[in-house]
């Protein structure tokens, strides 16, 4: 189970700040050739479906290899391979040119065309507007190699009916897709907000409900200094305003946090969709019915995953918004906008300590989720990106629909060697034009550089990750910065083993420039671990992009900031490896690590977690895991890696281990000794009082070690603990200045 879902990142602008008790203690929890868009190796070739069509949207399927011109990356290209697909045909290209000039019959078992239905969000209106779009496509009979498949999205990618030509299956998986009555509660939600949109008056002037409560207020205000002004009516109309905006903000608020949700569900369904297609050869298709989705926050690299792993494995989206006439509003983005707008404004008119309110506080966050809230420019680019297109703002689809037919029916097919020197992960635009200005050419934006053997096999390979893959082969490993990476462990709920990741970069390693004009300092650096298992054989890899925007004003503290990244991983006992590179995007710099780590047996008897020192500690949230083995009554642990440790600005240093009881000795009560180490030298142990186990059997424990006295030098802390005949130790390095 991955932690990004609860605490997956902890960036942290300040001083270090682990200011602790002078003596040692300690706190419990009880305290708180149809194929694929593929790059071969050796002579790489890559294969384009393009669909050419003149300024009446008609198909023009007379043109030659000499009407094309194709360049990748910038540079121009030949055309290695063309021919037209139409049908169960293929006619090659002329004589001389690359091709027979004859027709070709496709062989159905290899050259097969590959149409996926999905829905997703669909009310009763939808519902209809899908259906009979969907019929209407199933009204003739299906080409021999033509296959359909029906899925739908609803939180999680659902299948209906798996790919057949068989079309009294297909209608029926239709049906039930599209069919039955909404039993969820949108419709009510409408009504009531319609009712409370009425309360706070006519919005002519396209006002947030916050600006129309701000004008009621204000008039009230001036109004309650008339004579002739009845208080009492003025205080209702000011109630039933302020109720209003209450409860709409409360909707608008769960929207929110909806659309988030909703957002992150459909990137992840799409992308299981297209990254297992790769396997079979020739065009395939997705027909895409929904009402869109919004990208939300630290999701646009999986978004981009999904057109990337599309274009590779030769998949075509044709996104249809099923809310038909006027869906290009989004009046939910237009909304969000406007009032974090009038909160600005507001707050910038605001004087002296005037109380802030809520919209205002959030404003920052509206504006910046109201930038991606136009769901049709999401589906636009899912669409134009992998040469579809998309269908939006009509109740007439037999049009657009016939259009989308032909693009399965006839495309030409061309092939060109791109003579890649680096396979940078890079993204390399590809534009298709033709010796014709008046023609409209459909084709794929592009691909990533990767590898072959990465391409070719399935495998969701972010560019970004390229670069650190590639570290992992080099000798000596490159080390331009230092970060510092383990693997640690824990015990799981019925003492199942858990393996922690925790990958620690001082934020000051990485390259910023400087924008001026903004009063902000910009960068972007990327991780990559893999864990391996005894075999070798990989069990887990993960990674990301994080973007970089520092203050001008907060500058100087980002020498003594660290980005903290920790990822929970189910292992079964053994002996793992742990790869780790870590890329500053901005200076074109990477550092590289490999290390191994142990998950001892979960067996009950007496144990000690993974020993870690803490950074920082703060309050729990809806989204921490109860399993998570940092989470320690009320607050979750934030640990470092061998840390660097001044004297001068801390006066004891806090570590964090758990203790797992032997259930078998209950009344025998254990024993924890720290036994300390300067240089090689041991100076001498002593004991830590340790308090009462939890139900689960085990001891959180706090150690506060006093480092003022301390000498400078290498440190190691090895912690023993003792339970009648049983024992088990850790140990935790620093360095003190």
Same mark, same amino acid.
């Given at each position: 189970?991955?932690?990004?879902?609860?605490?997956?990142?902890?960036?942290?602008? @300040? $001083?270090? *700040?682990?200011? =602790? !008790?002078?003596?040692?203690?300690? #706190?419990?929890?009880? &305290?708180?050739? %149809?194929?694929?868009?593929?790059?071969?190796?050796?002579?790489?070739?890559?294969?384009?479906?393009?669909?050419?069509?003149?300024?009446?949207?008609?198909?023009?399927?007379?043109?030659?290899?000499?009407?094309?011109?194709?360049?990748?990356?910038?540079?121009?290209?030949?055309?290695?391979?063309?021919?037209?697909?139409? @049908? $169960?045909? *293929?006619?090659? =290209? !002329?004589?001389?040119?690359?091709? #027979?000039?004859?027709? &070709?019959?496709? %062989?159905?078992?290899?050259?097969?065309?590959?149409?996926?239905?999905?829905?997703?969000?669909?009310?009763?209106?939808?519902?209809?507007?899908?259906?009979?779009?969907?019929?209407?496509?199933?009204?003739?009979?299906?080409?021999?190699?033509?296959?359909?498949?029906?899925?739908?999205?609803?939180?999680?990618?659902?299948?209906?009916?798996?790919?057949?030509?068989?079309?009294?299956?297909?209608?029926?998986?239709?049906?039930?897709?599209?069919?039955?009555?909404?039993?969820?509660?949108?419709?009510?939600?409408?009504?009531?907000?319609?009712?409370?949109?009425?309360?706070?008056?006519?919005?002519?002037?396209?006002?947030?409900?916050?600006?129309?409560?701000?004008?009621?207020?204000?008039?009230?205000?001036?109004?309650?200094?008339?004579?002739?002004?009845?208080?009492?009516?003025?205080?209702?109309?000011?109630?039933?305003?302020?109720?209003?905006?209450?409860?709409?903000?409360?909707?608008?608020?769960?929207?929110?946090?909806?659309?988030?949700?909703?957002?992150?569900?459909?990137?992840?369904?799409?992308?299981?969709?297209?990254?297992?297609?790769?396997?079979?050869?020739?065009?395939?298709?997705?027909?895409?019915?929904?009402?869109?989705?919004?990208?939300?926050?630290?999701?646009?690299?999986?978004?981009?995953?999904?057109?990337?792993?599309?274009?590779?494995?030769?998949?075509?989206?044709?996104?249809?918004?099923?809310?038909?006439?006027?869906?290009?509003?989004?009046?939910?983005?237009?909304?969000?906008?406007?009032?974090?707008?009038?909160?600005?404004?507001?707050?910038?008119?605001?004087?002296?300590?005037?109380?802030?309110?809520?919209?205002?506080?959030?404003?920052?966050?509206?504006?910046?989720?109201?930038?991606?809230?136009?769901?049709?420019?999401?589906?636009?680019?899912?669409?134009?990106?992998?040469?579809?297109?998309?269908?939006?703002?009509?109740?007439?689809?037999?049009?657009?629909?016939?259009?989308?037919?032909?693009?399965?029916?006839?495309?030409?097919?061309?092939?060109?060697?791109?003579?890649?020197?680096?396979?940078?992960?890079?993204?390399?635009?590809?534009?298709?034009?033709?010796?014709?200005?008046?023609?409209?050419?459909?084709?794929?934006?592009?691909?990533?550089?990767?590898?072959?053997?990465?391409?070719?096999?399935?495998?969701?390979?972010?560019?970004?990750?390229?670069?650190?893959?590639?570290?992992?082969?080099?000798?000596?490993?490159?080390?331009?910065?230092?970060?510092?990476?383990?693997?640690?462990?824990?015990?799981?709920?019925?003492?199942?083993?858990?393996?922690?990741?925790?990958?620690?970069?001082?934020?000051?390693?990485?390259?910023?420039?400087?924008?001026?004009?903004?009063?902000?300092?910009?960068?972007?650096?990327?991780?990559?671990?893999?864990?391996?298992?005894?075999?070798?054989?990989?069990?887990?890899?993960?990674?990301?992009?994080?973007?970089?925007?520092?203050?001008?004003?907060?500058?100087?503290?980002?020498?003594?900031?660290?980005?903290?990244?920790?990822?929970?991983?189910?292992?079964?006992?053994?002996?793992?490896?742990?790869?780790?590179?870590?890329?500053?995007?901005?200076?074109?710099?990477?550092?590289?690590?490999?290390?191994?780590?142990?998950?001892?047996?979960?067996?009950?008897?007496?144990?000690?977690?993974?020993?870690?020192?803490?950074?920082?500690?703060?309050?729990?949230?809806?989204?921490?895991?109860?399993?998570?083995?940092?989470?320690?009554?009320?607050?979750?642990?934030?640990?470092?890696?061998?840390?660097?440790?001044?004297?001068?600005?801390?006066?004891?240093?806090?570590?964090?281990?758990?203790?797992?009881?032997?259930?078998?000795?209950?009344?025998?009560?254990?024993?924890?000794?720290?036994?300390?180490?300067?240089?090689?030298?041991?100076?001498?142990?002593?004991?830590?009082?340790?308090?009462?186990?939890?139900?689960?059997?085990?001891?959180?424990?706090?150690?506060?070690?006093?480092?003022?006295?301390?000498?400078?030098?290498?440190?190691?802390?090895?912690?023993?603990?003792?339970?009648?005949?049983?024992?088990?130790?850790?140990?935790?390095?620093?360095?003190?200045?």
């Amino acid at each position: 189970m991955t932690r990004l879902a609860f605490r997956a990142m902890t960036i942290m602008l @300040g $001083a270090v *700040a682990l200011a =602790a !008790p002078a003596l040692i203690a300690q #706190t419990s929890a009880q &305290t708180p050739p %149809d194929k694929p868009t593929v790059i071969k190796g050796g002579a790489e070739e890559v294969v384009l479906d393009v669909i050419v069509r003149d300024k009446h949207g008609r198909a023009v399927n007379d043109l030659t290899p000499q009407d094309f011109e194709i360049t990748d990356n910038g540079e121009k290209h030949t055309v290695k391979s063309f021919r037209l697909v139409q @049908g $169960a045909e *293929a006619i090659g =290209a !002329p004589t001389g040119a690359g091709g #027979t000039g004859q027709r &070709t019959q496709l %062989d159905p078992l290899r050259q097969i065309r590959l149409v996926t239905l999905i829905y997703q969000g669909l009310g009763l209106t939808d519902r209809k507007l899908a259906r009979e779009a969907s019929l209407d496509l199933l009204k003739s009979d299906l080409p021999q190699n033509v296959y359909m498949a029906v899925m739908a999205i609803d939180h999680q990618l659902e299948a209906i009916q798996s790919f057949t030509n068989d079309r009294e299956l297909l209608k029926k998986a239709v049906l039930r897709a599209t069919g039955g009555e909404n039993s969820n509660f949108v419709g009510d939600t409408e009504r009531v907000q319609a009712e409370l949109q009425q309360i706070l008056g006519p919005n002519q002037a396209g006002q947030s409900a916050q600006q129309q409560v701000n004008n009621m207020q204000d008039s009230a205000n001036g109004a309650s200094t008339g004579a002739t002004t009845n208080p009492g009516s003025v205080m209702t109309s000011q109630v039933a305003a302020l109720t209003a905006q209450m409860m709409l903000q409360m909707l608008q608020g769960q929207q929110g946090m909806a659309m988030i949700d909703w957002g992150r569900s459909s990137i992840y369904a799409l992308l299981n969709v297209v990254k297992e297609q790769y396997r079979l050869p020739g065009r395939k298709t997705i027909i895409y019915f929904t009402t869109g989705f919004s990208i939300p926050q630290g999701m646009e690299e999986p978004f981009k995953n999904v057109i990337s792993i599309a274009n590779r494995s030769n998949v075509s989206f044709y996104a249809i918004d099923t809310r038909g006439v006027g869906a290009g509003g989004n009046g939910a983005a237009s909304a969000a906008l406007t009032s974090a707008a009038d909160s600005s404004k507001r707050q910038d008119q605001s004087t002296g300590y005037a109380a802030v309110s809520r919209d205002q506080v959030t404003a920052f966050d509206t504006a910046l989720e109201s930038s991606r809230a136009n769901t049709q420019v999401t589906l636009g680019e899912l669409s134009d990106s992998t040469g579809g297109f998309l269908i939006a703002n009509t109740n007439d689809l037999k049009a657009p629909l016939r259009r989308l037919n032909e693009d399965i029916e006839t495309y030409y097919e061309i092939s060109y060697t791109p003579d890649i020197q680096k396979y940078d992960g890079s993204f390399r635009k590809v534009v298709v034009k033709t010796a014709r200005a008046d023609l409209k050419v459909q084709s794929r934006a592009g691909y990533f550089a990767l590898p072959p053997s990465m391409a070719a096999n399935g495998n969701v390979v972010s560019g970004y990750e390229v670069p650190l893959l590639k570290a992992f082969e080099s000798n000596p490993l490159p080390k331009s910065f230092t970060y510092h990476a383990e693997g640690m462990h824990f015990r799981g709920p019925q003492s199942q083993g858990v393996g922690e990741i925790v990958i620690d970069a001082p934020l000051s390693s990485f390259k910023l420039a400087e924008d001026k004009a903004a009063g902000v300092f910009d960068g972007r650096f990327s991780y990559l671990a893999v864990i391996k298992n005894a075999n070798g054989e990989v069990v887990k890899k993960f990674g990301n992009e994080i973007p970089l925007k520092v203050p001008a004003a907060k500058i100087a503290a980002l020498g003594q900031s660290h980005f903290i990244y920790t990822e929970r991983v189910d292992l079964p006992p053994g002996r793992y490896s742990l790869d780790t590179a870590v890329m500053d995007q901005q200076g074109e710099s990477i550092s590289a690590d490999k290390r191994s780590f142990l998950v001892p047996a979960a067996d009950g008897k007496l144990g000690i977690s993974s020993v870690a020192v803490i950074r920082s500690m703060k309050d729990k949230d809806q989204n921490t895991a109860p399993a998570d083995p940092w989470l320690m009554g009320e607050k979750v642990v934030s640990p470092t890696l061998q840390p660097l440790v001044k004297k001068s600005n801390t006066k004891s240093l806090p570590f964090y281990l758990v203790v797992y009881l032997d259930q078998q000795q209950k009344g025998v009560a254990p024993e924890l000794t720290m036994e300390f180490t300067k240089d090689g030298q041991l100076l001498g142990s002593g004991p830590a009082p340790l308090g009462p186990p939890d139900k689960d059997g085990r001891i959180q424990y706090v150690a506060q070690v006093p480092v003022e006295q301390l000498p400078s030098g290498n440190y190691s802390v090895k912690f023993v603990v003792k339970q009648g005949a049983e024992s088990a130790d850790d140990t935790v390095t620093f360095v003190l200045e």
